[in-house]
């Protein structure tokens, strides 16, 4: 060793400051060096489920239907339903065309199907959250599910792993759903941004407004009964209400598509919250409890 042991602490300390708290391999790696140029990340959805081995790798957003052939060929599951028939045996994956971009328009404007929206995503170039981010966090679970979770963004390891809430708050929101005999199976879960902020800071009003489009696509194409909207910025940018989010949890509210097709949301407090104010889980168990009682009610 060359160099005194301060300096390395100081280099950690400056990535950390810079958002850098988790390395994506175990060697170096020298980006002034020329590499082979790096191939675009799309593949079609099925062959994403048969290369993925990462947790959730059962979920159905590896073969993700179109929605026509959802509503067509499939039974709509129970929102409350513990399991699902796998929907890699039941669809055949359609054959993909990328969506078409007009110049001047949002990316997520023509996108027809779920598969073409999450091509989408992973080639924008309106914000620079995708730059840093490993990768594009599209969704989980059963994208034919009544039940559709609306995070704000991917963490550390939502972004090494490529799946929404699979780190500590995801665990919780499996203990919080699982009250009330929900699974990933069950329900389709995704954010409000699909790229990890750096150090997980809070996205700006810019990095909200240009996501906004694609979660609004997202939620037309997925076509749910009901959101949950889970923490202050789901709510304040889907529902646009002022007020606070302790204020508004446990009702059953409206979202309005860009349609003009009305959908039951409901906000609830954000797992994350959860964990740095226990005190407060109490609330969520009451919220689960109007969800089960709001589906049995609306025969979901
Ligand atoms: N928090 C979120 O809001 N979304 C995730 O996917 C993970 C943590």
Not at 177 to 204: C, E, K, Q, V
């Amino acid at each position: 060793m060359t160099e005194p042991l301060h300096n390395y602490a100081q280099i950690l300390d400056w990535y950390r400051t810079c958002g850098v708290d988790a390395a994506l391999s175990d060697v170096p790696r020298d980006h002034y060096v020329a590499t082979a140029p790096v191939k675009l990340s799309f593949k079609p959805m099925a062959m994403q489920a048969a290369s993925n081995t990462e947790p959730h790798k059962e979920s159905a957003i590896g073969t993700m239907p179109s929605q026509s052939n959802v509503s067509q060929s499939a039974p709509t599951p129970s929102v409350l339903a513990t399991s699902s028939p796998s929907l890699a045996t039941t669809f055949k994956m359609p054959d993909f065309t990328p969506p078409v971009v007009t110049a001047g328009d949002h990316p997520a404007l023509n996108c027809e199907t779920l598969e073409q929206l999450r091509y989408a995503m992973e080639n924008a170039t309106g914000c620079d959250l995708i730059k840093a981010a490993t990768h594009t966090v599209f969704a989980d679970g059963n994208p034919a599910a009544d039940v559709m979770l609306i995070g704000e963004a991917p963490g550390a390891d939502e972004d090494r792993l490529g799946q929404p809430f699979v780190g500590q708050s995801g665990q919780l929101l499996d203990t919080i759903l699982a009250t009330i005999g929900i699974d990933r199976s069950s329900i389709y879960i995704s954010n409000i941004i699909p790229w990890r902020p750096p150090g997980n800071r809070p996205p700006t009003v810019a990095e909200v407004a240009y996501c906004l489009p694609f979660i609004q696509r997202h939620i037309e194409l997925v076509q749910p009964k009901i959101l949950i909207l889970l923490g202050g910025v789901a709510v304040k940018t889907l529902l646009n209400r002022g007020d606070g989010i302790l204020k508004l949890r446990g009702q059953i509210l409206e979202y309005t598509t860009k349609s003009g097709a009305t959908i039951a949301a409901m906000p609830t407090l954000h797992p994350s919250y959860i964990m740095r104010s226990p005190s407060q889980k109490a609330l969520v168990w009451k919220d689960m409890l109007t969800l089960k009682a709001w589906s049995v009610l609306n025969n979901k």
